[in-house]
């Protein structure tokens, strides 16, 4: 008798565990993702086929003359509140023993003459902007997964997901990104993603009377950009912080970072 | 019978938690979030949805054919016309005029790419604008100079 109703005791119990662990497992089932198709894209239904390109941007600051085109025209284009800039350009002026970097007003209107206290022995100007890093410490941080990238290659913000922390803005080693006072959100350089699904070229790249600034696709074989990448010295900035990213500096200076 | 008892209740607060969750997560996602990435889709199309601002020589040509050749055969055929004056949506909106063309013809335009100044490349075009002109104040350069098509000195 004892050991029947000890048999039975055990015999429910495996029952019983084994019906919790055939129950979690369904509910866990439950919340896998189903599988199902993902929605085609807005861009996508206007013959625009985001995984077709691998965009990349190349700049040759030898060129440059500052005079502020691509930051005016990205003001513009985009919206920028005053005193912010998704991109902007730098002067450096450089001596054997001193050297100085200004950026009056981003570049905005272009550069007054300028004296320096040590004998300059070389100067340049050095346009910058969002890297679009394809290892980018930006879009690690966001809490919301309002940061983002595309399968082209742009870092973008989605400003109905963006709760404007300001983390990524304290995260991106380039200075790239910025709270817009109007939106509350994080804002930076799209690379013009709406004139690029249209066919157009970015803004600043549109303006670039010096051809300084290039836009490219790496998944064409006959790219220009590519062509320079791959045959020509190239840099990035900051390469040892290992953020992989996608701008491109034809023979840069060591001082710029 | 006890034993089991415990067991059923636990599942069955698993099963209300579980299900809690998954309700309260099916109002709280996006629509298309996760469908690519841990980013909500749709955000691709309404960045991309926006409209240009600038429209390239080739629609300012549409109407400005002249200026477009004159700028085309002359030293400034890289500038494009948005640089100096306006872009093209603050002058036409689908294709009709909405607003005179805003151009500011001070000396200061066209010292951004022209005042000789530390950092600009050797053998581009540069004046040192106080030897240039008499009186910098109120100087228009385009009294002088044809802007779209200007000749090298």
């Known amino acids: 008798m004892d ?27 439950f919340l896998l993702p189903h599988g199902a198709e993902a929605a085609e894209l807005d861009v996508e239904k206007e013959g625009y086929d985001w995984s077709a390109h691998r965009y990349a941007y190349l700049i040759d600051p030898s060129l440059c003359i500052g ?23 730098e002067r450096y002026v450089v001596g054997g023993e001193s050297s100085h970097v200004d950026s009056p007003n981003g570049g905005l ?37 309002a940061s983002f990238r595309t399968k082209e290659g742009m870092v973008l913000v989605d400003e109905k997901r ?42 600043c790249v549109e303006v670039c009377p010096r051809g300084v600034r290039q ?39 060591r001082e710029v970072r | 019978m006890e034993h089991a008892r415990h067991v059923l209740r636990i599942g069955a607060l698993v099963v209300v938690i579980i299900a809690g969750f998954s309700i309260a997560r099916t109002f709280a996602k996006p629509a298309t979030y996760g469908d690519y990435g841990p980013y909500r889709a749709a955000a691709v199309g309404e960045i991309a949805a926006r409209a240009p601002v600038h429209g390239g020589v080739e629609a300012c040509a549409k109407c400005h054919a002249d200026k477009a050749k004159e700028r085309a055969e002359g030293s ?27 151009t500011e013809k001070s000396w200061k335009l066209c010292a951004r ?41």
């Open chain 1, 3 to 29: 050991s029947d109703q000890k048999l039975k005791e055990i015999l429910d119990r495996r029952e019983f565990l084994g019906q919790a662990l055939l129950l979690t497992g369904g509910a866990v089932a």
């Open chain 1, 67 to 89: 005079c502020g085109s691509c930051v005016r025209a990205c003001k513009r284009e985009n919206n920028v509140p005053d005193g912010f800039f998704r991109t902007w350009v």
């Open chain 1, 109 to 145: 209107d272009g550069f007054p003459p300028l004296s320096v206290g040590f004998n300059a022995t070389k100067s340049f100007f050095v346009p910058k902007m969002c890297n679009h890093c394809a290892s980018s410490p930006c879009m690690q941080v966001c809490p919301v997964g």
């Open chain 1, 162 to 203: 963006c709760i404007g922390c300001g983390y990524c803005v304290q995260a991106c080693p380039y200075g790239s990104r910025f709270l817009n006072e109007e939106t509350k959100c994080a804002d930076k350089c799209t690379w013009c993603y709406h004139r690029v699904t249209k066919g157009m070229k970015p803004a």
């Open chain 1, 215 to 253: 836009f490219g696709d790496l998944k064409r074989e006959d790219d220009p950009v590519r062509k320079a990448i791959e045959t020509r010295f190239v840099s990035v900035l900051q390469p040892h912080l290992l953020t992989e990213p996608q701008c491109y500096y034809l023979n840069l200076d």
């Open chain 2, 76 to 102: 400034h055929k890289t500038v494009v016309c948005e640089i100096c004056h306006s872009p093209l949506a603050s002058h036409v909106k689908d294709g009709v005029k909405v607003a005179a063309m805003v």
């Open chain 2, 113 to 153: 790419c022209h005042q000789q100044i530390a950092g600009r490349p050797a053998g581009f075009p540069q004046q040192n604008l106080e030897q240039h002109v008499d009186k910098l104040e109120g100087a228009v350069c385009m009294d002088c100079h044809n802007p779209h098509s200007p000749k090298m000195q």
